[in-house]
């Protein structure tokens, strides 16, 4: 087969025309479009556009949804009622299609859905709230004036005037605060604004008795709110009695608790020290201690004989303890030597002994080493000793009674010496 090949202008051309031809629209069907209103509502119809075929319905409230074709070729609907009056016959939805029900009564309101809920206050006292709907269980659509209701006889009349459809309902709610106890409740329609005729209002009322429990005390006592926690305050109060934490912040005794801005000063819950050197009451003859909680200054008095305390208590002395005073003047030091000098000083008083000259006490005198009595010598140890005779081992003159020391060894007096030494004893 042989292929033509066109030029390209041609082409074009072609192109050209083809886009000027008029589209080609499907066309949308409604049977019932020409039947007129009411008539149309009394047939199920269908709708037929590109998407398919679309059946007239009745949806859940109770109305017709009724296709129809729009300006550009689809089916969509719109919603209305059943219930316009023809030749006094009344009309609900029923398989697509608006329906005589004569025998349905045009006005049937009652109470439904009741439900109880009770919660509690602040201050501890029940509150009840209660909720209800008033249902049109009739066919023709009606507006009520409001509802009553009735708490243990005593009725009260709420006005709350609205449009309600055959097969709706209005949800309604009410609270009350009433003592522990039972309660009666009585609730109905408002039925000022009814036409006396063609009306059921037999299930309008409804009653209920509710419960109330008395408030339970969490606490009958301040202790029974103790919640280990120093730095509040723990309260059994209201009605009914609870517990409640407060937290301290100001400076007042007897809660024990020390706010952080508070001192011993202002609140004896504080302490008042925190070691032992803040209680120095410049008072030797007590012991000052820092104890206890809170901390205190404890003063207490010393008596006891012995402890480094810098006082010495009634009845204790140097012997058993070292703060007392071992004298109080310097006679109470007398040593019964010469030599020295005896003082009371210090504090705690002491008696101190200070060398004088180094030599033996004798005779209210101190003797210099060396020196001679007239039968004794003061030795070097301060020691007073018998003159040795002749022959006896010395190293110094004065240790010999001849008062003569040669080559270790005390020698006699000539007869000469002796009657010296004589001369000199007798005038000393």
Request: net charge negative; charged share 25%.
């Amino acid at each position: 087969m042989r292929m033509i090949k066109l030029k390209k202008p041609l082409l074009i051309l072609l192109g050209t025309i083809i886009m000027m031809l008029p589209t080609v629209q499907s066309a949308c069907v409604d049977p019932d479009a020409g039947s007129g209103f009411p008539q149309y509502l009394l047939e199920k119809g269908t709708c037929s556009d590109d998407s398919g075929s679309h059946e007239d319905y009745c949806d859940q409230t109770g109305m017709i949804a009724e296709y129809y074709c729009s300006a550009d070729s689809r089916c969509l609907t719109s919603l209305m009622t059943c219930n316009s009056a023809m030749q006094g016959e009344l009309y609900v939805c029923e398989a697509g299609k608006c329906v005589v029900t004569a025998s349905q009564v045009g006005y049937d309101l009652k109470i439904t859905d009741v439900n109880v809920e009770k919660y509690e206050n602040s201050d501890g006292t029940t509150m009840t709230s209660i909720s209800f709907a008033i249902l049109n269980d009739g066919n023709t659509a009606t507006s009520i004036a409001g509802y009553k209701y009735s708490i243990d006889g005593q009725e009260k009349t709420k006005a709350d005037e609205k449009a309600l459809n055959p097969g709706r309902s209005a949800s309604e709610r009410f609270t009350f605060d009433a003592k522990p106890g039972s309660h009666s409740i009585v609730m109905s329609i408002n039925e000022a604004g009814f036409p006396s005729a063609d009306i059921d209002l037999s299930n309008n009322i409804y009653s209920i008795t509710v419960d109330i429990e008395a408030p339970k005390n969490e606490c009958s006592t301040d202790k029974d709110c103790d919640d280990n926690d120093e730095s509040t305050r723990d309260m059994c109060t209201g009605k009914p009695l609870k517990c409640s934490h407060i937290a301290i912040a100001e400076c007042v005794t007897g809660d024990n608790f020390c706010p952080i801005d508070c001192s011993f000063v202002k609140d004896a819950d504080c302490a008042e020290c925190s070691s032992d050197a803040d209680c120095d009451d410049k008072n030797i003859s007590t012991k000052n201690t820092c104890a206890g909680d809170p901390k205190r200054c404890v003063y207490e008095k010393i008596t006891e004989c012995g402890a480094q305390d810098e006082y010495c208590p009634a009845g204790c002395s140097a012997d058993n303890d070292s703060d007392c005073d071992e004298c109080q003047t310097n006679g109470d030091c007398d040593d019964d030597n010469h030599c020295t000098k005896d003082e009371c000083i210090g504090s705690p008083e002491r008696c101190s002994y200070s060398v004088l000259v180094d030599g033996c006490s004798h005779s209210s005198k101190c003797l210099p080493i060396g020196t001679r009595t007239k039968d004794m010598y003061c030795t070097e140890k301060k020691e007073l000793l018998n003159q040795k005779k002749s022959g006896s081992d010395c190293t110094e003159n004065y240790e010999c009674n001849s008062n003569k020391c040669e080559e270790g060894k005390c020698r006699s007096l000539t007869l000469i010496q002796k009657i010296t030494v004589w001369l000199n004893n007798l005038f000393s």
